[in-house]
């Protein structure tokens, strides 16, 4: 009983962590932002 | 009336059949078996080759014969061994295209078409993904175990088929693909063709059991055609004001229906009387390149650029942006 209840406890608390660094990350992190636009087009050949 | 002789009827040969009408309405088309006589083949406008196994054999007999040859061969020694048939085909006053295929060939006008852009053009980096018939997907494995050429700093180089991983970003719907070094034709063709460029490589995707069985023989029977594959150029160079440029093209299409277009391409340009007597290679400058890949459109290739980031003005889209587009992870 008491293993288990070490267990459930050591799992929320890495969850909880995990949650407070993403957190952080969202809120503090510099990744910038992905590209909205770009990619494949169709080519436009000149005219022959 | 136009006649055709086509050499092979696998998947390629029969795309190409059914194309040739495109182009040219009204031909004859004859197909032939390559293991059989080709002297029927006299007197036929042009011939295309369409076969499995070395192409060097059928072209000979052919240019001979004073059959203009458009040839889709992809193995190096048999591209290299075509295009010693120069001399060949000068004498006899026919046209030889060698390496009229999806790569060698289409690769080679995507990459003229780039560098006309560019004001010096530095870098060419191709990458193939697929196959089409049976033939080919042998041909895809015995290059994944042989030597890969490439140019390196103006110098030739030789690293072994497999090394050499790259991500590589192909036409929606492949996406993304590891590709690897392998032994193909491209770097040899287009290092004579782009001779101040300094680096030329050529690569294709392959997976582990790609890698891992290149060596040995086949362990199961090829699929009759690959799916849909893909092809990328990549140019590296610098444009009028002296900017660093990256420009990328690239198909996403059944490779049979690549090559077949672009050798069908091929051929109505020697009808036309449009290619001079001798060795062709796609991409040579002396070539109506934007032509060939109009009629290329025509036939069902839908050719793409990579835009990378926004950029405002046409005709420099892909300026600066490409850097997503392709992520070295050797």
């Known amino acids: 009983m008491l293993w288990g209840m070490k267990l459930i406890r050591g799992a929320i608390s890495a969850i909880l962590l995990a949650a407070t660094f993403a957190a952080a990350l969202r809120v503090r992190g510099t990744g910038g932002t992905p590209p909205q636009h770009g990619g494949w087009r169709p080519l436009e050949l000149p005219e022959r | ?330």
């Not at chain 2, 996406?175 to 034709?185: N, S």
Request: aromatic residues 2%; proline residues 5%; hydrophobic residues 45%.
């Open chain 2, 1 to 330: 009336m136009v006649r055709i002789a086509l050499v092979g009827a696998g998947v390629t040969g029969d795309r190409i059949a059914k194309r040739l009408d495109v182009l040219m309405p009204g031909c004859t088309v004859v197909v032939f078996d390559a293991r059989g006589d080709l002297g029927e083949a006299a007197g036929c406008d042009v011939a295309i080759l369409a076969h499995g196994g070395r192409q060097v054999g059928s072209t000979t007999k052919l240019v001979t014969a004073g059959v203009p040859v458009v040839s889709t061969a992809d193995n190096v020694d048999d591209v290299r061994s075509l295009v010693e048939l120069d001399d060949l085909a000068g004498r006899h006053d026919v046209q030889l295209v060698a390496g009229a295929g999806m790569s060698p060939g289409l690769t080679g006008l995507l990459a003229r078409y780039l560098a006309d852009q560019l004001e010096r053009c530095d870098e060419i980096h191709i990458a193939v993904h697929g196959t089409a018939g049976p033939a080919c997907a042998r041909q895809h494995h015995r290059a994944l175990a042989g030597h890969a050429m490439g140019l390196h700093d103006g110098e030739q180089i030789s690293r072994p088929a497999g090394s050499g991983r790259e991500l590589c970003w192909f036409p929606e719907p492949v996406g993304a693909y590891d590709c690897y070094r392998a032994e193909l034709a491209s770097p040899m063709l287009l290092g004579a063709l782009f001779t101040d460029v300094g680096r030329i490589s050529a690569r294709m995707s392959a997976n582990r059991r790609d890698r891992l069985t290149a060596r040995l023989p086949m362990l199961s029977p090829p699929h009759r055609e690959g799916g849909v594959g893909a092809v990328r150029v990549e140019l590296r160079g610098a444009d009028a004001a002296g900017r660093r440029v990256t420009l990328i093209a690239g198909v996403a299409e059944l490779v049979a229906t690549c090559a077949a277009a672009t050798a069908v391409a091929f051929a109505a340009a020697i009808v036309r009387g449009d290619l001079p007597t001798g060795l062709t290679v796609a991409g040579d400058s002396s070539l109506d390149t934007v032509g060939l890949l109009h009629d290329i459109e025509r036939l069902g290739v839908r050719l793409q650029e990579f835009t990378g980031i926004p950029h405002p003005a046409h005709p420099a889209p892909a300026a600066h942006a490409p850097t997503t587009a392709n992520k070295d992870t050797t």
